[in-house]
């Protein structure tokens, strides 16, 4: 270590070389930091995750009957039959699966209706195909989408991975919010096709209801009490003309109960030709009931057809009108397709409504209140999911990491009674950020998906703090003791403290990278893994370099 000694000591005698190693890690540092705005290095909540399986929602437009959407997972199920790693499908028509991870939160499981329906793929083993799950579906989602989308104009499909960190609705959640639903739809549609035109973002879709047509059959009681026809038999025939009905039961001496015998048509009888009026009047027309005279009469003659609208379900959240625009990612992090949006939906709103921001650093800072120039009318665009899960964990981690920072600081001015020297150890500790900002940078250019700067990421770097920090403490305890104990010149007293403990702060910093090595190739803890290791080398070479610096520009030593 006696060259490490010479070199020190040469750095800290000359004021060149001084200056050169502050203004050399300054720049580090701010080079480092500027990788996060300029996208070389992405922020995300937590990366992919592969998994064994994912599901495909279809939800075709409101009123769309149980064949169209069948049409449309059958187009989807074709695809996915020629793909090795896929093993089995399960199709659930007009209801979602009956329970997943994914689907506890985004509902799925509670859908119902002959539009609606949910199919799960089932894969082979992640540790045995070449092929990860996100990967498979960022492939083959626009496949799927261009060919089968188009069966039935307004056909929403979604492609949901299992999620590798705290569910959400989705990755990006808009909440509208408004008394009046005619607004609320009109700014959906808006929300909705900015999000479309975004780069990054898939999948999108409003959360209600279309309004469409539809036919009431109301019974005519004048009609049916003078053709001496009962009302119980309308109903009977129109149960079982278009749903089924239990006609009889069977006696089976392996069953201590009846066996009921359910009658039901088959499609091609029960169908309608289309969704006029006139086909639906022909359709009853064939169904004709025998009085009390054994007279046929017609069952379009005792009903009354009235052509009504739906009746869509109505959102609230926190007693206020609100329905939601969703989108996902596209293997990017939410973050800048949301900062995109954002700027355009300033931008397409101003020319209608004076938008205000949300103040301050507020859980809501992205939150947009429109607020119509002509009528007054308040709508409040609310960002929500991923987004904004990812926005509190980086905020808490952040508030951790400064009170961390606020406490040591304490400590160490208290055990020193030198703010100079805290001030030091401190900012030897926080430079670990160069390592950990260039060490994702480069996992990024070795790795073929996007290596994101995560949370686990931002916990790796707190826990730095007090590795960091023992390393400047060595130094000062140790060079503090040979100018006094010793009577050792400072300049010789720091370059011996150094190149003495190099080499338990290089046992500790191997030790620690050795340890990591596993993390950095897992999935969600690979941004932990790779903050460690990086971040360590990083507080490595300000221990033996920088440190030394500040520690003879210091008075207290």
């Known amino acids: 270590m006696k060259a490490l000694e010479n070199l020190v000591y040469f750095i800290i005698t000359h004021t060149f070389t001084r200056w050169f190693v502050i203004l050399g890690t300054m720049i580090a540092l701010a080079l480092s930091i500027m990788m996060l705005p300029t996208k070389l290095v992405k922020a995300k909540m937590l990366p992919g995750k592969s998994a064994n399986t994912f599901s495909i929602y279809v939800d075709t437009p409101s009123g769309s009957s149980v064949e169209q959407t069948q049409m449309v997972t059958n187009c989807v199920v074709d695809i996915l039959r020629d793909e090795k790693e896929v093993t089995d499908t399960e199709v659930f028509l007009g209801m979602g699966s009956p329970l997943d991870y994914a689907g506890l939160v985004k509902g799925s499981s ?36 261009k060919r089968c989308e188009g069966l039935v104009k307004g056909t929403s ?9 705290p569910p959400t609705l989705a990755s990006i959640v808009v909440e509208v919010t408004t008394p009046n639903l005619y607004t609320m739809r009109k700014v959906s549609s808006e929300v ?14 409003i959360m209600q209801e279309e309004f469409y047509d539809k036919y ?20 009977k025939i129109l149960y079982l003309g278009f749903e089924g009905m239990i006609v009889a039961v069977k006696n089976s001496q392996n069953s201590p109960d009846q066996i009921p015998i359910f009658l039901v048509l088959s499609k091609d009888t029960k169908g309608v030709e289309n ?6 009047y022909a359709k009853l027309s064939s169904f004709k009931l025998m009085n009390k005279k054994g007279m046929m009469v017609p069952l379009s003659e005792l009903v009354d057809i009235v052509k009504v609208k ?79 899960v990812t926005l509190d964990t980086f905020r808490d981690l952040g508030g951790a990491f400064i009170a961390a920072l606020v406490l040591i600081f304490l400590l160490l001015v208290i055990y020193y009674k ?6 030091i150890i401190l900012g030897g500790s926080f430079l670990s950020i160069i390592g950990v900002i260039i060490g994702h940078y480069v996992a990024d250019l070795v790795t073929l998906d996007t290596f994101f700067l995560t949370a686990t990421s931002l916990i790796g770097f707190i826990s730095l703090m007090g590795i960091s920090s023992r390393n400047s403490l060595l130094l000062i305890d140790f060079s503090k003791s040979l100018i006094k104990d010793k009577g050792f010149d400072k300049k010789r007293a720091i370059a011996i403290a150094t190149a003495t403990r190099a080499k338990p702060i290089m046992l500790t910093a191997i030790a620690i990278i050795l340890g990591s090595a596993l993390l950095a190739t897992d999935p969600i803890f690979g941004g932990l893994g790779v903050a460690l290791i990086s971040g360590t080398v990083a ?17 207290d030593i």
Do not use: C
């Open 418 to 423: 030198s703010f100079s020297i805290s001030a």
């Open 192 to 205: 909705a096709d900015i999000l479309k035109n975004t780069k990054g973002l898939v999948d999108v879709d």
């Open 157 to 165: 499909i979604k492609m949901i991975e299992q999620p590798s960190g």
């Open 216 to 235: 009431e059959l109301i019974a005519n009681t004048e009609k049916i009490s003078r053709s001496g026809i009962s009302l119980e038999q309308v109903n």
């Open 275 to 280: 969704s006029s009026k006139e086909a639906l």
């Open 310 to 388: 739906n009746t869509p379900a109505i959102f609230s959240k926190d007693l206020k009108r609100s329905t939601n625009v969703i989108a996902e990612t596209d293997m990017v992090s939410q973050v800048y397709p949301l900062l995109d949006a954002r700027e355009k939906m300033i931008e397409y709103f101003s020319k209608d409504y004076n938008v205000t921001k949300e103040p301050g650093m507020s859980t809501y800072m992205f939150d947009l209140h429109l607020t119509d120039k002509k009528s007054g009318e308040k709508i409040l665009l609310r960002w929500d999911g991923e987004m904004k």
């Open 110 to 145: 509670m859908k119902q209706g002959e539009n609606v329906a949910e199919i799960v793929v089932n894969l082979t083993d992640k540790h045995h195909r070449k092929e990860r799950s996100y990967l498979m579906v960022h492939r083959l989602r626009p496949i799927i989408q």
């Open 539 to 555: 507080a490595v070479v300000v221990s033996l370099i920088f440190v030394p610096v500040l520690m003879f520009m210091s008075k």
